[in-house]
């Protein structure tokens, strides 16, 4: 039977994906520094991303790594590289270790939060441009799932997700919403792809308003959306008549809020 290690699965997407990813002949293998309830075909695992002997114990005989564990926003340096990067780190070496030969990372848009509107739709592998110490630690673990490829031969591929949330709640995120059922399609795709190599991809729905970021690599591992944000643009429209993508600074760049120049990053 599939093992399936999901780290962070207590947290906000990992509990999205949870159900979505179960499958009567799946084991969900679920760790988190929380403490956890597992339910049928699922095994809780008590540890922290950071741990790798835990991690390692974890991994083995898993068939696959679905990585989301870490900080979810900005922090201060040392947090962020102790836990994100020093854990992402941990992550992929904890699977060679283990033997686990796929390792799903759960990137963000944020590793090129700075793209301006000009250079939408932002093509897949977009070269870095992260706008936080956030931004940075995904740029930084992704560099290592290259190099865990190339070097040790594990498929690896990083979803560069936007804005995974049950409902869409603001203007851009009528752009940038990843559903949670289309965020299920899409981890599953990256699973059963088969031999995929190293990606980059992109992680959000089929929204009318979309065309922010390239969906083809995604497309090209079998991922289909089929939710759109379109459905909660009147409320959203309403609540924001005056939002407009030329003068808003928030719809200035990829990264919304995280580029902003009062969005300072802390510094302890």
């Known amino acids: 039977m599939p093992v399936i290690v999901i780290t962070g699965a207590a947290g906000l997407v990992g509990s999205m994906l949870r159900p979505r990813l179960a499958r009567p002949d799946r084991t969900l293998r679920l760790l988190d520094i929380a403490p956890l309830q597992a339910g049928p075909g699922e095994e809780a695992v008590q540890a922290s991303v950071t741990d790798l002997a835990a991690m390692t114990g974890a991994c083995r005989g898993a068939d696959a790594v679905i990585h989301l564990g870490g ?13 994100n990067i020093s854990g992402g780190y941990v992550a992929f070496e904890a699977a060679r270790q283990a033997g686990v030969p796929r390792v799903i990372f759960a990137s963000s848009n944020h590793a090129v939060g700075f793209s301006p509107r000009a250079s939408f739709p932002v ?6 441009a992260p706008d936080t110490y956030y931004g940075v630690s995904k740029v930084a673990t992704e560099a290592l799932a290259a190099m865990y490829h190339y070097r040790y031969g594990l498929d690896a591929i990083c979803v560069r997700i936007l804005t995974c949330v049950p409902r869409p709640a603001d203007v851009r995120t009528l752009s940038t ?10 981890f599953e795709a990256c699973l059963t792809a088969e031999r995929p190599g190293f990606r980059v991809i992109f992680g959000v729905s089929a929204n009318t308003r979309g065309g922010w970021v390239s969906l083809a690599e995604a497309e090209a591992l079998g991922y289909q ?13 309403a609540a924001a008549p005056d939002d407009d993508p030329t003068t808003d600074p928030v719809l200035r760049y990829l990264g919304g809020a995280f580029t902003l120049p009062d969005a300072e990053v802390p510094q302890a």
Not at 73 to 83: H, K, V, Y
């Open 71 to 83: 900080i979810s926003g900005e922090a201060s340096w040392p947090r962020i590289l102790e836990t």
């Open 177 to 186: 919403w990843l559903s949670p059922d289309d965020a299920g399609r899409l």
């Open 225 to 237: 959306p089929q939710d759109d944000a379109e459905e909660y643009a009147a409320e959203i429209l």
């Open 123 to 128: 093509p897949d592998y977009a070269f870095p």
